[in-house]
Structure formats: C-alpha cells, structure tokens
C-alpha cells in the first residue's frame, strides 16, 4: 500500500455522506482491511498504543451529540409529549383541553397546579391566523400565557396580560406572516406553527359550586381559525378529567421521536441552525424519515442518560443562592433564562440552551412577565439540608398575611419524575380548601409524610414511603412583600 492510498479514500462519497458519520468508521475500517492490514498493526498505524479506536471515537461523538441534542431539545420535546398526550385523549389542532375539575395525579405534566382549573388550547396556524378570545374578568377571571412550541411565551393573558382583565381577541400569526392587521386584534407573532396557551380560570373559595362556576366562565373562551370568524364556529372542549395525561420525560431513545416530530413538523429558528447536522448524524433530518440506526441504539441511550444526569445535576445548583437568604427555597430557573424567555432570546450574546433545558426538564410554560401574576419557589431539602423523604414527616409553617392578593398553595411532586405522585389521594394544599385550619396567630401548618397527624388530616399532603419528593410553593398575585423580602416562607422542617 502506498501513502497516497488513504488520501484516495477520503476523496471517495461515502453512501449518504454527512448523515452516517458511524458508517464512515466501518468504510475506513473495511478499506484498510481490505488492503491488507490487521486489526493489530495497522487499523490507525500511527494511533499510539492505547488510544480510542476511530470507532470509538465516533460512537464517542454520537453520544455527545445526543447529550446536547437532548439539553437543547428539551422545552420542545415536553410540548410535543403534551401535545400527544392531548391528541391520545381525542384534542384536536386548534381545540381545547380541560380538568372540569381539580386534577388528580392522571395529570402528568411536569409540575402542573392541582388546585388551578386548567385550560389548554393547542394552536396550529400551519393554514393560517388562529384567534383565542379570552372573555372579560367580572363573574371569573382568567390568567395564564401563549407559548410556541419552544414554550417562549408570546403574551400573558388577563388582568396581568396584554388585555388588562378586559378581555380580547388574540390573534396568533404563523411564522413570518406579514398582512395588514384587522382592528381589534391583539397580534401575537409565533415563531412556530404549534403552539399552546396554559389557562388558569381562578377559584374563589373551592368550593364543588365555586369549582362548577369557574368551568362555566372557563368554557366562554374561543378558539377558531380566523378564516371562520364570521361564521361563529363553535369551540370544541375535550373534557380530559378522569384520563391519563402522560407528558414526562422519557430518558430513553424515544425521546427522540418526539424531537424528530418537531424537526419534521416546524420551521428551523435562525438561532437553531447550527444543530442540523448534529442531529443528522442522530438520524433526524428534516424532510426524511427518522433513522436512529444511523447512529445506533447505545450510543443514544448513552447520551440520554449523561443528559439526564447533566439536568439533574443542574437543577440542584439553581437553589444556590436561594431566594431568602438562611433557607432552602429558589425559583427553580435562572434569571438569565427569565430575561432571555420575555424577549425571544433576542439579546445578540446570550441564548442560554443550558438553563433552558434544566427549567423544562422540571416544569412546562412560561409567562412574559414572571412575577406579575404568579411567583414561585421550589425546594428539595428540608431545613437540616437532606432531601425530602417519603417515609418521614415534615412541616411547613406558612407565616400569616401571605403576600398574595388570589391564594397561595403548596405542592408535592415526584422528585424522580417531577410530576405528581401517581396514586395518592391530593397532592397539595391551598389556601382556597376551605377545611384548612389556621392557627390563632393565623399562620398555617402544612404538613407532609405517609401519614397523617391525629387531627391534622385537612392540612396534609400525603407522600410515598419509598420515594424522595420536592415542594413547590406557589403565589397567584403575588405582593410587595415577597419580592421586597419583609414576608419570608421558612424551611420545611422534619418532625418526629
């Protein structure tokens, strides 16, 4: 063999060059063979004794691709789960799903609000505008967001919204369209065809009347193509109450399924590009059918699962420092991401991929402006700083003159899974139930564990004895108070 021969191979087209980089490996590797070297003296003759074979090196290289493929894909991949299950539960584009009551632990989205009244449009605008009306705040209000598909919200809706509680028709455009807006619109650009709004229709009391009423005020939304606007066409809700609505995380290939929908389904974002042959070599490429033996099953699973290890050990870190100082609670998301999410990752520098995907690996939706008409806090550890166990007790005292002007409530989910605990009873409390007890002082205590204190039963939020499980404590409405840090929520403290 000469030293001009490997040159000639490298100026050979492999079949399908650019989406098959392992299949390149075993080229190279047979065409050495072929001209007579072994596997012992010549694969890599002047790879040093003990160095990654270019096989490894490929499979190595897959798997890192995987790992960012999954970082990044993450807020789009947990739409596309929660558009499915939607789908599975007969929703249709441009319909709406709803929990015609509290939602029981059959709702697995990640981090969802058990004592909200949810209503979830899914928009596709692939054939045109789409208009949500959200009617005026008096008998009800509702609050909540418009996303695209990469959960970047478009506009807050309601009292804290674009419609300042008077209610209004928005108006949600495709991609780059451009045509002379109709009076009375409020027009919302989306960066995709897809979409969502998540609606809360606020409760007063909790009552099963107060519940009943706010799903009547919930149902006076509308949805329709704005091409049917004069013919009135009726909204269609799809009641999803008693079904399962599965949307959690699935740290196995088929995650990449659910990418390769998106890929296949949106237009690529100009800040994206960068990514399209990165996935290629993952075998998702727009336009194609999706080939994961282009990059073979392990290789997926073995980034999958360092991504999942990467996001975990990223969340831990958003609760340093925390939000009050000498306690354990944070807002579980950077505030770069906040900043970078209320204006469409438009600053020239900065586009943090990283902390978007930590943020989505553990919640859905954002808010234009967070803080205005809801807050959180999130913890993991309780006051002695171990993780929540769910064969042990704990308490949290939340202190009185809770800085909300709508309700606050405490919340428990999966820490493994970051949804609600499958098969429990509740999986929170509110300060709407009306049984919660108060103390003289008019503070409440919350308590959590596998059991429940003698006399305490409608203060407690039930947990699983052999699980870990984590808080989220929400403000709707939040006050001065809270972000000035005169009111502070301490820890939750294990108790005998």
Known sequence: MTSRQPVLFLSVPLPGAGSNVLAAAFCLIAFLAGCGYTTTDATHPSKPEGKPSVVDEMNRMIERRAVEAVIWGMPAVNYDLMLQAAIHNGVRPNQIAYWSRLSSWKNQTLTPNPDALYFMPFYNVKDGPVVLEIPPAGDGTIVGSVDDCWQTALED???????????????????????????????????????????????????????????????????????????????????????????????????????????????????????????????????????????????????????????????????????????????PVSQELVKAISDNYTQPDVYPVDARGIAYSIGFFSAKHLGAGQFYLMEIVSKDAKQFDGGENYRLTVPPNAPVNQYWSATVYDRATHALIKNMSRASRSSQNPELQKNADGSVDVYFGPKAPKGKESNWIPTEPKGHFEVLFRFYGPEKSLFDKTWKLPDIERVP
């Open 157 to 331: 809706v309601g009292p804290a919204g674009a419609d300042k509680g008077k209610g209004g028709k928005y108006l949600i455009l495709p991609p780059d369209m451009r045509f002379k807006m109709p009076a009375g619109y409020i027009p919302l650009q989306s960066s995709t065809y897809q979409g969502y709004a998540l609606l809360r229709s606020i409760l007063k009391t909790g009552s099963d009347a107060d519940i009943a009423n706010a799903v009547a005020y919930g149902k006076r939304i509308k949805m329709y193509p704005l091409s049917q606007e004069s013919s009135h066409p009726e909204t269609k809700f799809v009641d999803v109450i008693d079904d399962m609505f599965d949307a959690t995380i699935p740290y196995d290939p088929s995650f990449f399924e659910s990418l390769n929908r998106i890929v296949q389904a949106e237009p690529w974002l100009e800040r994206d590009k960068a990514m399209i042959d990165q996935l290629k070599s993952l075998g998702i490429e727009k336009g194609k059918p999706y080939q994961p033996e282009a990059a073979g099953h392990e290789a997926l699973e073995e980034g999958i699962d360092e991504a999942h290890r990467f996001l975990d050990a990223g969340y831990q870190k958003v609760f340093v420092p925390p939000f009050n100082e000498g306690t354990h609670w944070a807002l």
